[in-house]
């Protein structure tokens, strides 16, 4: 019945939360009070910022307007304003401290419980589907991501650990063939996609091809070991400019010893390179120079969406590459589960249609493509979202890494960064154009 489907909906509504509040306080418990208040990198703000900024968002959205309650805290509303406070300037703000923020996010998630339990989760556009709740879960998800990035640039003894990922499967390698034809590339029905990945639309896409795993930690070893990083005709005009004033030389976090062996550092763990491991932790550039020395280039976000989503069996677009069921451990490495990437074939399960692996989870997948409004497109419900960022010097990255909880991850999620950012754990994938004839 109706009344059951609500139901359901709600349950569904706490425990998606639930499960976002756990990652938060794993993610902040562990540190002492000077280390929460600490910045580890001018890239990121203080954890007890996107801590209490999770709190606040929640505040906002599900406290004050679904539920039309009063204020908890109306006069730290522009304290915890990404528009108004830069990361770099946020340690010097007047923030709450750690148990302050802890008690912040406490009341205002007491009220959402109240909220929720009221709602009909129908009758409006915010909340039809739960749409604000679902939205405020991705909120938290996307943060407690960015805090785990915070984590991989924090210097000291490992505080986070997790168990290895699965093993792989040295057969998954080459291209896959995707013929030309037309698409149907983001949506109009899922009820808690966000207003970038909306509406559904038509997309013709000529012939290509496009690589059946991630890139490897051993594949861009040989391009750094070709003098990739020192040959100023693999890199654009900017990418060398970036490459030579921050002294690039091998993705984020490798380091070389004096014998030439190659290591990662992990979550405050020194590990030797593993070289069948997607790599991660490198820019749109270098992404882009490594594409030019393969002589291909990085797919669109129309090539990697309909790699991910078409089934050519049907002609209809599915929500991940393995069909229309939420993601689950044995089919993608999402959820913070593991602390790093799965090796190239660990998900066989998780391939798409046309036999494209690992597209959801391990790395975001850098691609060619700017960030750009869907046609049709309608901000919703907040323009400092998405449109804000529209036309701006952005890169989209697709497909969640192991640091991606599965509610902010499908095949038409879209994510987007600056060209030099590479504290994310981004990772890419090549393609090139086929001719007709190779088609
Ligand atoms: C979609 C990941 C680029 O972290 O800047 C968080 C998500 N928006 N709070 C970001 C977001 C507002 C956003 N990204
Ligand atoms: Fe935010």
Known sequence: TDRSGTE???????????????????????????????????????????????????????????????????????????????????????????????????????????????????????????????MIAQHEQQHDETMLATHQLR???????????????????????????EFTMGTSTDPWALDNERPAHPVHVPAYAIDA???????YL????????????LWS?????????AGLTAPRFWERDSAGQWWR??????????????????????????ATWAGKRLPTEA??????????????????????????????????????PADIGAYPAGASAAGVHQLIGDVWEWTSSGFHPYPGFRAFPYREYSEVFFGGDYRVLRGGSFGTDPVACRGTFRNWDH?????????FRLARTLDPREA
């Open 8 to 134: 359901q909906l709600r349950e569904h509504i706490a425990s998606t939360l639930q499960r976002a509040r756990q990652r938060t306080a794993a993610l902040t418990d562990c540190m002492d009070e000077a280390e929460l208040v600490a910045q580890h990198s001018r890239l990121m703000s203080p954890l007890v910022w996107d801590l209490a900024h999770i709190g606040n968002q929640e505040e906002l959205w599900l406290v004050r307007d679904v539920g039309g309650r009063e204020p908890v805290r109306a006069d730290i509303d522009e304290l915890y304003d990404a528009f108004e406070h830069a990361r770099p300037d946020r340690p010097q703000l007047p923030l709450l401290n750690p148990g302050e923020a802890r008690g912040y996010v406490g009341t205002v998630r007491e009220k959402v419980w109240d909220v929720l339990e009221r709602s009909p989760l129908r009758g409006g556009e915010l909340v039809d589907g739960g749409f604000a709740f679902g």
């Open 155 to 181: 210097a000291g003894p490992p505080v986070l650990s997790a168990p290895a990922p699965p093993a792989g499967d040295t057969a998954v390698r080459g291209e896959v063939v995707i013929p030309a034809g």
């Open 213 to 219: 795993a991630p890139i490897s930690n051993g594949q």
């Open 222 to 233: 040989e391009f750094v070991a070709d003098g990739g990083y020192d040959r100023r005709e």
């Open 237 to 245: 005009e900017r990418g060398w400019e970036h490459r030579q004033e």
């Open 265 to 290: 550092r992990v979550f405050g763990v020194r590990r030797p390179l593993r070289p069948q491991q997607p790599v991660v932790h490198v820019c749109w550039f270098e992404a882009q120079a490594y």
């Open 303 to 340: 090539e990697w969406e309909k790699a991910a989503r078409y089934d050519p069996s049907t002609g209809r677009s599915r929500a991940y590459p393995w069909g229309d069921t939420e993601p689950g451990p044995a089919i993608a490495n999402l959820g913070q589960r593991h602390l790093e």
């Open 419 to 427: 060209p030099i950012r590479r504290q994310i754990f981004s990772g």
